[in-house]
């Protein structure tokens, strides 16, 4: 069950109308790395999930990121403005939104593609969802960095850094969950067989890189790398 709070988690505010911005932060309302992608994925994940401390983790992110949606949507629709400019005074940013929705947020990313079920990743192994999730958070801060980079509104700067942070949390997060299933899944009975131990070396030069001791993924516990 899912409860509404009338309150966004953080301000959303904006200096003025900026269409064009609007259309590039829709990215991470219907993209690929968007927030509505993030929470379909963690919430489908979690119900093959035995472990009810990891459960509730997952679904506690998954209600998080569809606060973020919400506000990701509140900002487009501050971007776009109030009247659809058939004048072109200025940029008309996202043609759906001036054509179809009458400016309201629209789910599809920057290119106007709409938002598919094909971008939630589900595989009912933990260890692999979790590393794909750790995956998820690192590529939305990504796009966040991007989108911070090309705007000068210190409303919607703010916005976005608080949104970037949040992802190296659920980063952190997910990285104690994955701590917490060595040796279970896919992660059970890593490198015992031959064919795991080699690296084809088909690059002229020196070899960097090798697999005799082949290890399963494993993180250095986040609390504890800055003490």
Do not use: C
């Not at 759906?96 to 192994?125: K, M, Q, R």
């Not at 608080?162 to 279970?184: C, G, M, V, W, Y």
């Amino acid at each position: 069950m899912f409860k509404h709070d009338k309150n966004l988690l953080e301000m959303v505010r904006v200096e003025r109308p900026n269409p064009q911005y609007a259309v590039m932060l829709q990215e991470q309302l219907g993209g690929p790395q968007g927030e509505l992608k993030a929470g379909l994925q963690y919430v489908s994940q979690s119900f093959r999930i035995k472990d009810p401390e990891i459960r509730d983790l997952f679904l506690d992110i998954a209600a998080e990121e569809f606060s973020h949606m919400e506000m990701v949507a509140t900002a487009v629709n501050l971007l776009n403005g109030h009247d659809i400019d058939m004048q072109g005074t200025q940029p008309s940013g996202n043609i759906e939104a001036n054509v179809l929705t009458g400016l309201a947020p629209y789910l599809t990313n920057g290119s106007g593609v709409p938002f598919t079920a094909a971008y939630v990743n589900v595989t009912g192994d933990l260890a692999a969802d979790i590393l794909s999730n750790i995956a998820a958070e690192q590529r939305a801060k990504v796009v966040y960095e991007y989108l911070h980079r090309q705007i000068n509104d210190q409303h919607v700067r703010q916005m976005i850094d608080f949104l970037l942070n949040r992802e190296e949390a659920h980063n952190t997060l997910f990285r104690q969950a994955f701590q917490k299933i060595q040796d279970s899944g896919s992660n059970r009975d890593w490198g015992v067989d031959q064919d795991a131990r080699l690296y084809f070396d088909l690059s002229p030069g020196t070899n960097h890189f090798h697999v005799n001791s082949p290890q399963a993924p494993s993180f250095q516990n986040p609390d504890y790398t800055h003490q």
